[in-house]
């Protein structure tokens, strides 16, 4: 398996507060993406990483913002948590363009009240 | 834009039975797909991809897909259902621009004893 964590794996958190998730890597892989799982639409991506420092938005950004200062950690925050974005988060990631294929973390579930 | 449609939500077939889950997709450019499988409470793992070599790829535990071109799709069989087979499965299209993954909506697969 792929080295990818992802902490906290479960969290409850209330309306307003910020929230911040955490993808570790020790692949050394360049590539980094944070996907949200909700039932009936699969896997939807928030933001990717294609480098230290370098990030974009992905398809459902509204909300959330990420940082990478690091290869190896990828980190999602979410300013002021809103019972929308209730959901499964997972971090995945990517040796190259060529290859292709991502690697997916164990995911987070994060419940806001 | 790419867009993946998997056409059915749930699938139930009998163990020993064939599986077929129907995935379509949309492409502006000779694509790469996937199929993923997540069992319940679990992050995802890749059973089988194409990137433009054979059109017939064979996956892990027993699944293969055949990419087709005129009908713009990548269906997932399997010649005999295994209980532990059960699962949702993802169909997903990668863009070329960072290898942005556009996920299906997901199939439920069922399998009676």
Redesign the interface.
């Known amino acids: 398996d792929a080295g990818i964590t992802q902490s906290p794996r479960h969290k409850v958190t209330e309306t307003g507060t910020p929230v911040t998730l955490r993808c570790h890597q020790t692949e050394n892989h360049r ?1 980094m ?1 944070w ?1 949200r799982q909700d039932p ?6 928030i933001h ?1 990483s ?1 480098g230290v420092k370098d990030t ?1 938005k ?1 398809e459902v950004s509204d909300g959330y913002s990420v940082s990478r200062s690091k290869t190896e950690d990828f980190l999602l925050t979410l300013e002021s948590a809103t019972s929308s974005q209730t959901s499964v988060y ?1 971090c ?1 990631i ?1 040796e190259s ?1 060529d290859a ?8 987070t579930r994060l419940t806001v009240l | 834009a790419q867009s993946v449609t998997q056409l059915d939500s749930h699938v139930s077939v009998s163990e020993g039975t064939p599986v077929l889950l129907r995935c379509n997709y949309s492409s502006s450019y000779s694509p790469s797909l996937f199929w993923y499988v997540q069992h319940p409470n679990k992050g995802l793992q890749l059973l089988l991809k194409y990137t433009s070599a054979a059109t017939l790829v064979k996956g892990i535990n027993g699944f293969e897909a055949e990419f087709k071109k005129s009908e713009t799709s990548f269906h997932l069989t399997k010649p005999s259902a295994h209980m532990s087979d059960a699962a949702e499965y993802f169909c997903v299209v990668s863009d070329r621009n960072f290898n942005k993954f556009y996920f299906g909506s997901g199939t439920k697969l069922n399998v009676k004893p």
Not at chain 1, 40 to 45: E, S
Not at chain 1, 100 to 107: A, D, K, T, Y
């Open positions: 590539y993406y996907y009936g639409h699969g896997l939807r991506l990717y294609y974009d992905g997972f995945a990517s363009l292709n294929e991502q690697f997916f973390g164990p995911g």
